[in-house]
């Protein structure tokens, strides 16, 4: 082969929740530095609001930790103010340090100075799209962010259109159909339709749809199969080595 024509990877490769490892936890600013560290193109997160109107990523409606005495602790994110919230130990063996529930704005900052994107899981649907949107612009990183719609579709997509107009979406591929994305112009350059299903006949769904396809829940085991069908995106659980898969999907790649 001429030596002009190299491999280059050319999906995105998404870290859920960040990369962990020893005291490590999910969701928190260390494992979205350590998946940076690793070579992450994106970090996958989740956004909810608190009481105050503060959004902060946790995958569930409560927060579950430690008080500043080290005592369990459990509060429901909708029903607390972020002054408590974010002070909740989430991970306080972490070799890089305590580590306390983020803000979804010191996520985007971390993003934008290690040049990563983010998806942003809208966990509150509508109620949330919007001031995602404007936070995500504020911080620097218009067009850098997908949006995960949680069913809210194509509502959603053209609310957030009208403050990141360069922004990208993910969803089912129950929820990215043509028909429920047709209001929307352009959809199939913008919206990407994930799937753990990694059959000919789920792999035809994302395609007739439109949408950009994006494989989840990759591991050692399961990630050559998915890249058969050839993904926009490939995303990773927070315990999966991504970058080592990355590494030998290149290697093994026939050109």
């Given at each position: 082969m001429d030596e002009m024509f190299l491999k280059k990877k050319t999906w995105i490769s998404s870290a859920h929740q960040g990369y962990v490892t020893g005291g490590m936890r999910s969701n928190t600013l260390s494992a979205f530095y350590l998946a940076a560290q690793k070579g992450a193109d994106m970090i996958e997160t989740d956004a909810r609001t608190t009481r105050d109107g503060v959004l902060v990523c946790n995958h569930d409606p409560d927060v579950r930790g430690f008080d500043g005495e080290g005592r369990p602790a459990v509060y429901r994110i909708s029903e607390t103010d972020s002054g408590i919230i974010t002070r909740i130990v989430l991970a306080p063996d972490d070799p890089a340090g305590v580590q306390y529930v983020p803000t979804l704005?010191?996520?985007?900052e971390l993003c934008y100075y290690t040049g990563m994107r983010i998806n942003?899981?809208?966990k509150e649907g509508m109620f949330s799209a919007e001031a995602a949107a404007r936070l995500t612009v504020g911080s620097g990183m218009r067009g850098r962010a997908v949006?995960?719609?949680?069913?809210a579709g194509a509502e959603a997509i053209k609310a957030i259109l009208a403050i990141d107009p360069e922004a990208?979406?993910?969803?089912t591929v129950r929820n990215y159909t043509k028909e429920n994305l047709a209001s929307v112009p352009g959809y199939g350059a913008k919206c990407y339709a994930y799937t753990g299903d990694f059959s000919q006949e789920t792999?035809?769904?994302v395609r007739e749809s439109g949408c950009m396809l994006a494989a989840i829940s990759l591991n050692a085991?399961?990630?050559e199969e998915a890249f058969r069908h050839h993904p926009d995106m490939a995303e990773y659980p927070h315990t999966s080595d991504f970058a080592e898969i990355d590494r030998r999907i290149m290697l093994n790649a026939r050109v």
């Open positions: 704005k010191e996520a985007l942003i899981d809208l949006y995960a719609t949680n069913g990208k979406f993910i969803d792999v035809n769904a085991d399961n990630a």
